[in-house]
């Protein structure tokens, strides 16, 4: 099996943001079912881009689980928000790669009570 170390991006960061981690505004990343398995979805990562504006989560999931899973998405990035709260959540938009249509998007934000409220939006055919 041939493996392309460019195929690989790797960031050892611990606390303290990834290896130029705080210039990327934009991220795609695939998910798998072993995600689902942590606490914490992928947030933990994802918090060490400092600069995230945007990222794009690209599942593979049946569209009847799309409720399901949009409120699995928004509940780890609430409760990621909360244990870090210096995090600025980036937007969050969800694509599904087998129809091609974008689920939704999902923007958390501090209230002005210091709540956590997530604004969301249905997707549309891309």
């Given at each position: 099996m041939n493996r392309n170390p460019t195929n690989w991006l790797f960031f050892w960061?611990?606390?303290h943001?990834?290896?130029?981690?705080?210039k990327v505004e934009r991220l795609?990343?695939?998910?798998?079912e072993d995600l689902y398995a942590l606490k914490n979805?992928?947030?933990?990562?994802?918090?060490?881009?400092?600069?995230?504006?945007?990222?794009?989560?690209m599942?593979?999931?049946?569209?009847?689980?799309?409720?399901?899973?949009?409120?699995?998405y928004e509940t780890t990035a609430k409760r990621t928000r909360l244990g870090w709260p210096?995090?600025?959540?980036?937007?969050?938009?969800?694509k599904n790669t087998e129809e091609g249509t974008?689920?939704?998007?999902?923007r958390i934000q501090?209230?002005?009570d210091k709540n956590l409220v997530a604004e969301s939006a249905e997707g549309q055919e891309e």
């Open positions: 960061a611990g606390d943001g990834a290896d130029d981690g705080d795609e990343l695939g998910v798998n979805f992928c947030w933990n990562e994802v918090r060490m881009f400092t600069h995230l504006k945007e990222i794009v989560l599942v593979s999931e049946d569209e009847d689980d799309k409720d399901t899973l949009m409120r699995v210096n995090w600025v959540v980036p937007m969050i938009k969800v974008v689920w939704g998007q999902i501090e209230s002005a």
